[in-house]
Every structure is written in C-alpha cells, then in structure tokens.
C-alpha cells in the first residue's frame, strides 16, 4: 500500500483485501476481549476543520486501542489556523507525529500535505472524497453478504464526496455501482467518467431512483446537503425531493436488501424513519465498522 491514504482511487484490489483482512482480525481480538497493541508508543495527529462524531471517535479510540495515542489538532488552535504555511506544518509536524488524519474542505489541501509530510496521511473527509467511510461500508457489506462480488449498490441522492469514493471503489473491485441523482448532482464529472471507464462491474446514472433500486442488494443514501453547503439547504430540499430512500422505493429492490448511511442522517429527509430503524438497515453496524476498518488502515500504514 502507499504511504498515504488520499482517494480509494490510488488502492489496487490486494491493498482493498489486506484492510478487510485486517479489519477482521482486529474485529474479532476486539470481541474476544483481548489487547493488541503493536501502535504503543505511536501518536497520530488529527487535523479536523470539520465536525466529525463516527470519524472523530473512531480513530482516537482505535490509536488508543492500539496502544498509542491521538493528539486532536483543531484549526483553531494551531498555527495553521493563523495562515502557518503548510509545507512548513506538514514536515514539523512529521517530526513529532507517526501519522495524521486530516478532515477539511479542499483535496488539494490534502494532497499537498502528503506531498511534503514523511508520514503517512488519511483522508478522514474533504469535500471531494471519503475514503475510509467506503472501506468501511465495502467491509459491512462483505459481512453481510460474504463479499462485495457482483453485488448491486444503488446510491440514491447527491454526488458527493461519499459518492464519489464509492465511484473509485468501483473501478478498482467487482461490483455493480448504479446511482440515482437530479441533474447537476451527479459524482464529480472527471471521477465519474474515469470510474466509468474502469469500472469492474459497470456505473450508470439514472435520474429516476426506482430505476436505481431495482434488484439492488445495497441501497446506500447520503445527506443531502454536505458540511459547506449549509445556505443551499432549502434549496435542496427541493431539488432532492423525489430521491427520498423510504419503504416504496425498498420495494424495487431484493427482499434481502441491506440499507445503509455513512449517517449523520437527516431523517424524514433523504430517509425515513421506518427505512433507517427498519429490518433492512444495517446503518449501526456500518458505524461501528468505522473503528476496526480505521484501525485495521492505522495498523497497516503506520
Ligand atoms: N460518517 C462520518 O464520517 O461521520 P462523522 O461526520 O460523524 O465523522
Ligand atoms: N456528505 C457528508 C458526509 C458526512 C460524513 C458531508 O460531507 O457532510
């Protein structure tokens, strides 16, 4: 695997299996009650310009759970905050650090601190990727369902960052990827059409979400309006009114379709009550997979 872990998009399908492996073998030590701490004496650095609940608590538990320890490093308190230049902050900071995940707005923000730090760097959440909330899901979903082989996901909703991290994973592994977007809010254009290109098992963009869900073994949604878009969120409310993942559309797909969310969720929104509590819903385990998948990535890159 690289050093860094920046877009699922830069992982073949032997680095995919290795973080799954990982993941449970580091699930079952976990339910077994024992300890493992190959990280002790290792800090990892957490850069967060963003909320974050899942991503936040999932990683500084499992450094813990590890044996090292999380140093959380808002903006507002550290020099970068103040306009300290990055090249600078990432070689400092490789210095004192053995990785740093790092949650914000630009990719590129991103990029360029890899490209300067000697550490390794996750992505935990930019406006263009999510990459370990996709590991992640593609974990749940071997747990499932035995594996992520010509399975169906049907995405219904906005062609966000979630979004796109699913396209990368599907030009790299084996599956069905179909989406349901509004026009205009489709995967980012230069993603998708790379995905398309690539692609194992096939994209395809519909704009009716019934379409999407048909035969599905997965329905995954996501909010519909991402951190950064909080002006637009009337807006989309409209735009997004007919993309809502509820029991009628469940109908379309298989009688043993799983139901997902990388949460938070806005109920009654992009899904309903009854759909996120339902039987079919496995968004709790998907959450909880976030701590083993993220150390399954710390215990590999580290
Ligand atoms: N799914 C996810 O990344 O959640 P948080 O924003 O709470 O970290
Ligand atoms: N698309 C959402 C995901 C949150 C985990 C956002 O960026 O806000």
Redesign the pocket.
């Known amino acids: 695997m690289k050093k860094d872990l920046l877009s699922l998009y830069d992982l073949d399908r032997a680095d995919f299996d290795t973080v799954f492996e990982k993941a449970r073998e580091l699930k079952r030590i976990q339910r077994e009650g024992k300890t493992y701490t190959p990280l002790m004496g290792k800090t990892l650095g957490m850069i967060f310009d963003k ?6 608590i999932s990683f500084e538990v499992g450094i813990y759970q590890l044996g090292g320890m999380a140093l959380f490093l808002s903006n507002r308190d550290t020099q970068l905050g103040r306009g300290e230049d990055l090249s600078d902050t990432a070689r400092i900071m490789s210095r004192y650090l053995d990785a740093v995940v790092i949650r914000t707005y630009s990719q590129k923000f991103v990029e360029e601190f890899a490209r300067y730090a000697t550490i390794p760097v996750i992505n935990g ?1 930019t406006d263009l990727q ?1 990459p370990c ?1 996709i590991l992640s899901d593609l974990f749940t979903i071997i747990e499932q369902r035995g594996s992520y082989e010509m399975i169906k996901v049907a995405y219904i909703g906005d062609g966000n960052n979630v979004a796109n991290s699913w396209v990368d994973a599907a030009a790299r592994l084996p599956f069905q990827l179909v989406f349901a977007c509004p026009e205009g809010h489709e995967p980012d254009a230069d993603i998708l059409s790379r995905g398309m290109k690539e692609a194992k098992g096939g994209i395809r963009v519909y704009r009716d979400p019934r379409e999407a869900a048909q035969s599905a073994d997965v329905i995954y949604t996501d909010v519909w309006t991402s951190m950064g878009q909080e002006g637009q969120r009337e807006e989309r409310k409209k735009v997004f009114a007919g993309y809502q993942v509820n029991e009628k559309l469940l109908a379309r797909a298989r009688a043993d379709v799983i139901v997902m969310h ?3 969720a806005h109920r009654g929104e992009e899904i309903t009550d009854d759909v996120i509590d339902g039987p079919h819903s496995v968004v709790l385990d998907q959450a909880e997979n ?1 701590l083993h998948v993220q150390k399954a990535i710390m215990s590999i890159l580290i």
């Open positions: 909320s974050s609940t899942r991503t936040r959440l999510h909330q990388c949460l938070p976030r």
